[in-house]
């Protein structure tokens, strides 16, 4: 069963920069049938995506964070990161990595979430 | 950007009970919606897409339907380990989004 597990600080100051790594515990990090993607929960409320990634190199953001956010997959380390700069309070959330399978479906290509990290509560601290 | 509009917010339901929870695009999004599940502390996990489709291991107590842009999912005799927040997202277009969730706890 795949793993991905995430690591990176739990503390980041205001204005600096979050980075979470998440490695994924089999090869198919090198399939062209995933993503890999970053989706986040401030405490008490719901999911938003951050955006995803692809070994090709053809990499999504969500454009309300896009200025502020890096995403990179290093097939040679199974592994793919977050970087997110100039954080303020607002960025404390609970970030999570996931895979995003592409399930073929009557003729469809459907986009789906289907593994998470554990995640990982990052608190922006002034 | 594509709004998903989820409701109730929140529900009370007993073990056994069938429970329905709706979730609303903004705009037409064809079946390009899934459907997970969150226990506290824990990771989402993914139920069902295609908006109708069950995800490989997911019980058939949790069904979906779609209706335009109003899509809904069931829960039939629900089980002690079905109390949990559940979410629906888009991923027909960019932004992908998500609902603001609906969190099934025991009455």
């Known amino acids: 069963q795949l793993q991905l597990l995430q690591s990176g600080p739990g503390l980041v100051k205001s204005s600096e920069t979050l980075s979470l790594t998440c490695t994924v515990s089999d090869d198919s990090i090198r399939s062209t049938h995933y993503y890999w993607g970053w989706i986040r929960q401030p405490p008490g409320k719901g999911l938003e995506w951050i955006g995803h990634g692809h070994y090709s190199g053809n990499i999504y953001y969500n454009p309300s964070l896009k200025s502020r956010v890096s995403i990179s997959v290093d097939t040679s380390k199974s592994q793919f990161s977050l970087k997110f700069n100039s954080v303020t309070a607002a960025d404390t959330a609970v970030y999570f990595c996931?895979?995003?399978?592409?399930?073929?479906?009557?003729?469809?290509?459907?986009?789906?979430?289907?593994?998470w990290g554990q995640g990982t509560l990052v608190t922006v601290a002034s | 950007d594509i709004q998903m509009t989820q409701s109730p917010s929140s529900l009370s339901a007993s073990v056994g009970d069938r429970v329905t929870i709706t979730c609303r695009a903004s705009q037409d999004i064809s079946n390009w919606l899934a459907w997970y599940q969150q226990k506290p502390e824990k990771a989402p996990k993914s139920l069902i897409y295609?908006?109708?489709t069950l995800q490989s291991g997911v019980p058939s107590r949790f069904s979906a339907s779609v209706s335009g842009t109003d899509f809904t999912l069931i829960i039939s005799d629900l089980q002690p380990e079905d109390f949990a927040t559940y979410y629906c997202?888009?991923?027909?277009?960019?932004?992908?989004?998500f609902g603001g969730g609906t969190k099934v706890e025991i009455k």
């Open positions: 997202q888009q991923y027909g277009y960019y932004p992908l989004s």
């Open positions: 295609g908006a109708t």
């Open positions: 996931a895979r995003r399978a592409i399930i073929p479906l009557a003729g469809k290509s459907h986009h789906v979430f289907d593994f």
